[in-house]
C-alpha cells in the first residue's frame, strides 16, 4: 500500500484530481458571472464600477495600448494580449484586457480614428466595438504601466489618481462556465477511480491468502480427523 502512494501512477492521479477540482472551480464561477445583470458601460458614472462586476456595452474611443501580454511555453510564444485605456462615466478611464485577434485589429483601427477626432482630422470615429467582460484589479506592475501611459498623454499624478483607475475589464465570452465545469467534474472522477480502484485490488490481494491458508489449514484438519481412532480400537 505504501508503494501505491509513493508511486508516479499516484502522483498523475493526484494531478487529475486537483485540475478536476481548479476546472470546476472556475467553470463555476464563469457560470454564476454569466447569471449576473451586467452593468451598462454607456451609462456607468465615474468611479462607479467595482472588482468582480460583470460590464457590457459599446465601446467607441479608446486612446491606444498601455500593456502587451505575452504567454510562453518552453521559450515559444503562444498568445499575446493587450490593454487598451478607455473612457468611462465624464472623466475617468479604465483599462480594458483583448486577445481576441479580429477585436484587437478593430481596436487599434478605433485609436487611430480616436486621435482623428482629437486632431480635429474627424468629426467621430467610424469603428464600434461591443464587449462584455468582467471587472479585474491591476497588479502593482500593471498599474505602473497604465501610469506611465497616462502620464505620457498629459496627465499629472494628482489628475491620474483623480481620474485614473487600477481597475480594467477583462473580455469574456461568458457561456463556457458550464463546459469547463464538466470537463472538472470528468478529470476528478478519472482520478478517483485510478485511485480507488487499485486500493480495492490490494485490499483484496492482501485478503486472499490468508483466505487461502485458512482453507488449506481445515482441509488438513478434516483429512486429520478421518484417521482418528474409535472407542472401540481400546476395547
Not at 467553470?27 to 456607468?44: E, H, M, V
Request: negative net charge; proline residues 3%; charged residues 20%.
Amino acid at each position: 500500500m505504501k508503494n501505491l502512494f509513493k508511486s508516479r501512477f499516484f502522483k498523475i492521479t493526484l494531478i487529475l484530481l486537483v485540475l478536476g477540482i481548479v476546472c470546476f472551480c472556475l467553470g463555476l464561477s464563469d457560470f454564476i458571472d454569466s447569471r449576473k445583470t451586467p452593468i451598462d458601460y454607456n451609462t456607468a458614472a465615474d468611479g462607479s464600477l467595482k472588482k468582480g462586476d460583470i460590464v457590457e456595452g459599446d465601446i467607441y474611443y479608446n486612446y491606444g495600448v498601455y500593456e502587451t501580454i505575452t504567454t510562453k511555453e518552453n521559450g515559444r510564444t503562444t498568445g499575446t494580449s493587450y490593454r487598451y485605456v478607455i473612457p468611462i462615466g465624464e472623466n475617468s478611464y479604465v483599462g480594458i484586457h483583448v486577445n481576441d485577434d479580429s477585436t484587437v485589429d478593430q481596436m487599434d483601427k478605433m485609436t487611430d480614428e480616436t486621435y482623428d477626432v482629437m486632431d480635429g482630422k474627424a468629426d467621430s470615429t467610424q469603428t464600434t466595438v461591443h464587449f462584455k467582460g468582467k471587472v479585474m484589479k491591476m497588479t502593482s506592475e500593471d498599474y505602473g504601466y497604465f501610469k506611465d501611459f497616462m502620464k505620457s498623454g498629459g496627465f499629472s499624478e494628482d489628475e491620474i489618481s483623480q481620474y485614473g483607475s487600477e481597475l480594467y475589464i477583462q473580455i469574456r465570452p461568458m457561456n463556457q462556465g458550464p463546459g469547463i465545469m464538466i470537463f472538472g467534474l470528468v478529470l476528478f472522477l478519472a482520478g478517483a477511480a485510478l485511485i480507488i480502484v487499485p486500493i480495492i485490488q490490494a485490499k483484496k490481494s492482501s485478503v486472499q491468502p490468508q483466505a487461502t491458508y485458512n482453507q488449506s489449514f481445515n482441509d488438513a484438519y478434516n483429512q486429520d480427523t478421518t484417521n482418528v481412532q474409535g472407542p472401540e480400537n481400546f476395547q
